[in-house]
Nanobody, 116 residues
Framework: QVQLVESGGGLAQPGGSLRLSCAAS????????MGWYRQAPGKLRELVAR???????SYADSVKGRFTVSRDNAKNTVDLQMSSLKPEDTAVYYC??????????WGKGTLVTVSS
């Protein structure tokens, strides 16, 4: 019903920046909570950042002050600006859309590698 496509992943050096984008299609997601999750090898998938339908943001402690999540309802997108990247940020990053009712939606993920 809702398709999510992430983009912007790649290789960055420690201290560098990347901007991830998530494009939603199939339905308008302006009323959904939108989130970014990540999963590193051997670790559980964890919530990185979330933005509510009202624009309230929240972040994992590990990324607070370094990452910024934003949404553009006119474009039906959500972005994750990542700065001051650390090697421990290396993971596959997934976009998530959560309606008030019904199943959540997930993108296929985009790989972020932080290495010198």
């Amino acid at each position: 019903q809702v398709q999510l496509v992430e983009s912007g992943g790649g290789l960055a050096q420690p201290g560098g920046s990347l901007r991830l984008s998530c494009a939603a299609s199939g339905k308008i997601v302006s009323t959904y909570y939108m989130g970014w999750y990540r999963q590193a090898p051997g670790k559980l998938r964890e919530l990185v950042a979330r933005v509510t339908s009202g624009g309230t943001t929240s972040y994992a402690d590990s990324v607070k002050g370094r990452f910024t999540v934003s949404r553009d309802n006119a474009k039906n997108t959500v972005d994750l600006q990542m700065s001051s990247l650390k090697p421990e940020d290396t993971a596959v990053y997934y976009c998530n859309a959560a309606p008030a009712f019904g199943a959540n939606y997930w993108g296929k993920g985009t790989l972020v590698t932080v290495s010198s």
